[in-house]
């Protein structure tokens, strides 16, 4: 009899397996492929479920097609769902798992899709699995034939059935094993729906068994659901959730855990430990670290978020004008989209957009335009933490000006110093630019550069931006060191808004730095930087004062 073609079996499989969660699944149909990590995997990211063909034709898995969909499709669904719920439960057992290789994600998600599938599926899961765990090696995987026991009490199988002759010898070697696996069949469905709880309870009787085996870490093998968080699912994950917090709770009262591993998960220096635990911390190779903790940082700021009341000077009135076909190589931000879809619809309007066109509505005609310009000069000596191992609430409270003078279509500039200066100086209208520049950390002592101030206000002109230097007292220190340290700030004050952001100062340098004519916010706790944005958008942008300084109002 000729074997039908493996595409051919699949396609009739794949809208069966996806009635197993929904009617309605945006996915793209599945792809054969040879030499993948799994006989069957998902890509969390691209959302492409593919099989290994020379696999299933070499373990004669053809019946199993609709199952490993199936199972696929639940990955997409439900168990992570989301390559965001991915990195939270990541960051979760890093402080759970003693060995940074290894992970219990995927058989976790394994065992809840393949509960849930069993009524219709059994029989053919227990083939895959015949088929493919090397369950008589279990030496260099004690997990795997706990984990295969728990199929066994879930799907009601005889003792023994997926482990065959291995049952006897890993009895002996784990004599509770069996009860273990009872346990997880009988309670674990039962504590949802919080995932982050039924985790917790499976790592809990899981990790007994997570032994080393010949000097490395045991496995159960690659994962069947690839991709990695993005730089904002990982800065996202950095803050314990409400449901992560849920979990430990419950997880300490019923006695999964204990009292310090429960304060490692979700205590007060929580938020260190998983940064600790990013994707290359700690080791040679941690290029993705900056890039995490530029997005922690920026999700971070649209909670002290404000708008920044920007300085109005005088710009030409413009209307827009008729539309006209966008072509390749024209700014995309000229297409309006509006004019697009209702007159081209959404199928042509993406492949023909049209662009608008403006120009002035009378020629010499000037209106108010806001153009916000803001110059940082941020500490970061070694009184500082350093922002991309721990949270430096200072690194955040720039964060919060930058990216709110850029939300009201300005342009920052900023400069970090300690005892060298290192500068981004040209005028950047990227988010994601100044967020990562800010992340730069230098150390040791303290040395304002009161000379690159000076420097500032002489290149800046009549177009003054906005200054806020952002320190502590040693920038009381710098000060003294010299007179004309003093004639530098009150020249700066003078040509434009200067104001200090200054943690803790004493009550005669507020009195000696306004007499100068800056402004200065006082920032009582480091916890309170970000807070202070309020205040200091009051001293940067006060009627008063703004009106003070001629026809900017």
């Not at 008589?136 to 023994?160: D, M, N």
């Not at 199928?347 to 005609?365: N, S, T, W």
Request: net charge negative; glycine share 8%.
């Amino acid at each position: 009899m000729t074997e039908r073609p493996l595409d051919e079996l699949v396609a009739e499989a794949w809208p069966r397996a996806q009635a197993q969660w929904s009617s309605f699944l945006a996915l793209s149909e599945p792809a054969l492929g040879s030499a993948l990590p799994a006989i069957a995997q998902i890509h969390l990211g691209t959302r492409q479920i593919e099989l290994d063909a020379d696999e299933i034709r070499r373990h004669r898995l053809e019946g199993c097609i609709e199952a490993l969909l199936a199972h696929e499709v639940g990955h997409h669904v439900r168990y992570p769902g989301t390559l965001a719920v991915q990195a939270r439960m990541r960051l979760l057992e890093r402080s759970l798992i003693p060995y940074p290789d290894c992970s219990l994600i995927n058989p976790f998600t394994d065992l809840m899709i393949n509960e849930q599938l069993g009524a219709v599926y059994r029989d053919r899961f227990v083939e895959a699995y015949h088929a493919l765990t090397p369950v008589g090696r279990w030496h260099e995987a004690p997990l795997l034939p706990f984990y295969l026991t728990v199929y066994e009490e879930i799907w009601q199988l005889p003792p023994g059935h997926l482990l065959g002759e291995a049952a006897a010898g890993y009895e002996a070697a784990y004599p509770g094993f069996r009860a273990d696996a009872q346990l997880l069949a009988q309670d674990l469905f039962h504590t949802g729906p919080n995932l982050f709880t039924q985790f917790l309870f499976f790592a809990s009787v899981a990790l007994r068994y997570l032994v080393p085996a010949a000097g490395a870490p045991a496995a159960l093998g690659p994962p069947c659901s690839s991709g990695e968080p993005s730089a904002a699912d990982w800065a996202e994950a950095i803050t314990p959730s409400a449901q992560e917090r849920e979990a430990i709770a419950r997880a300490l009262r019923e006695g999964w855990i204990r009292s310090e591993l429960a304060d490692r998960l979700g205590g007060d220096d929580a938020r260190e430990r998983r940064i600790a635990g990013l994707p290359g911390a700690g080791s040679d190779d941690a290029r993705k670290v900056p890039e995490v903790m530029a997005a922690y940082y920026r999700q971070e700021a649209e909670r002290h978020l404000f708008r920044v009341p920007t300085r109005r000077v005088l710009g030409e009135a413009v209307v827009p004008t008729t539309v006209d076909d966008w072509e390749p190589g024209d700014p995309v931000r000229g297409i309006d989209w509006q004019a697009t879809l209702r007159l081209r619809g959404e199928i042509y309007g993406a492949a023909q957009p049209l662009r608008r066109d403006i120009v002035a509505d009378h020629e010499g005609l000037e209106q108010p335009t806001e153009r916000p310009r803001m110059e940082l000069y941020l500490d970061v000596s070694g009184s500082m933490p350093n922002p991309i191992v721990t949270v430096n609430l200072m690194t955040l409270a720039a964060q919060v000006l930058a990216i709110g003078a850029l939300r009201a279509e300005g342009a920052v500039r900023a400069l970090l110093y300690s005892g060298d200066v290192t500068a981004l100086w040209s005028w950047c209208r990227s988010e994601l630019e100044i967020s990562q520049f800010l992340l730069h950390y230098v150390g040791g002592g303290t040395q304002f550069p009161f000379g690159r101030l000076a420097a500032s206000v002489r290149e800046c002109g009549r177009e003054q931006p906005h200054r806020v230097i952002l320190t502590d007292r040693d920038f009381d220190r710098n000060i003294d060191a010299s007179p004309a340290h003093d004639v530098t700030v009150a020249d700066a004050a003078a040509h434009g808004r200067l104001v200090l952001l200054q943690l803790d100062p004493a009550p005669e340098r507020v009195r000696r730095y306004e007499a100068l004519g800056a402004a200065v916010v006082a920032v009582g706790e480091l916890d309170d930087f970000p807070r202070a944005a309020a205040g200091l958008v009051r001293a940067l942008f006060d009627d008063r004062r703004a009106g003070a300084s001629g026809g900017e109002r």
